[in-house]
T-cell receptor, first 114, second 118 residues
Framework: NAGVTQTPKFQVLKTGQSMTLQCAQDMNHEYMSWYRQDPGMGLRLIHYSVGAGITDQGEVPNGYNVSRSTTEDFPLRLLSAAPSQTSVYFCASSYRDSPDYEQYFGPGTRLTVT | AQTVTQSQPEMSVQEAETVTLSCTYDTSESDYYLFWYKQPPSRQMILVIR??????QNATENRFSVNFQKAAKSFSLKISDSQLGDAAMYFCAYRSVILTGGGNKLTFGTGTQLKVEL
């Protein structure tokens, strides 16, 4: 049981490049989400999914796309990277969309956009 | 919208001593959940403790306990017998109960960096 995995751990992009941050979980969790962590701002929700085929926007969705074709995977796509997207990105999952179930976080991806 | 405030960017504690981290929040809801997460240098977010607002009894997990003051909207974390491994960033977080179908969204504070000194 690997829990929540994220790849890559580090990434440097140039402005305008695109990339996909990968997130996978092997716990059969319905709920998955993406947060970004910036200095002095805590973690902010980007997008989330309550099940395969269902996604919705969080607090800061602009510049990011997601899809959920399987229960296990929830990739985050940056279509045209901007320096403002320099951040640490965390994927999280829980069994159900309920605070009764603990959210498990991945190890994070540190992204730098130059 | 709910907000979570952690007014102490940094705290220090001597090993084996007790330290209290502060958290206040703003909400118009009567039922909700509050959490404390620990983030060590590895960046891994680890759930420390959870409190349900309708429960008056303060949550405890081994050396970690909370002082939940609902009327004051305060949710402080007390760490007893501090250990070197407690050194980390600690985040307070809020989760609405009413928000169904809207995601298990956590609203985080800005964090408190805890240093543990020998």
């Amino acid at each position: 049981n690997a829990g929540v995995t994220q790849t890559p751990k580090f990434q440097v992009l140039k402005t305008g490049q695109s990339m996909t941050l990968q997130c996978a979980q092997d716990m059969n969790h319905e709920y998955m989400s993406w947060y970004r962590q910036d200095p002095g701002m805590g973690l902010r929700l980007i997008h989330y999914s309550v099940g395969a085929g269902i996604t919705d926007q969080g607090e800061v969705p602009n510049g990011y796309n997601v899809s959920r074709s399987t229960t296990e995977d929830f990739p985050l796509r940056l279509l045209s990277a901007a320096p403002s997207q320099t951040s640490v990105y965390f994927c999280a999952s829980s069994y159900r969309d309920s605070p009764d179930y603990e959210q498990y976080f991945g190890p994070g991806t540190r992204l730098t956009v130059t | 919208a709910q907000t979570v405030t952690q007014s102490q960017p940094e705290m220090s504690v001597q090993e084996a001593e007790t330290v209290t981290l502060s958290c206040t929040y703003d909400t118009s809801e009567s039922d909700y959940y509050l959490f404390w997460y620990k983030q060590p240098p590895s960046r891994q977010m680890i759930l420390v403790i959870r409190q349900e607002a309708y429960k008056q009894q303060n949550a405890t997990e081994n050396r970690f306990s909370v002082n939940f003051q609902k009327a004051a909207k305060s949710f402080s974390l007390k760490i007893s017998d501090s250990q070197l491994g407690d050194a980390a960033m600690y985040f307070c977080a809020y989760r609405s109960v009413i928000l169904t179908g809207g995601g298990n969204k956590l609203t985080f504070g800005t964090g408190t960096q805890l240093k543990v000194e020998l």
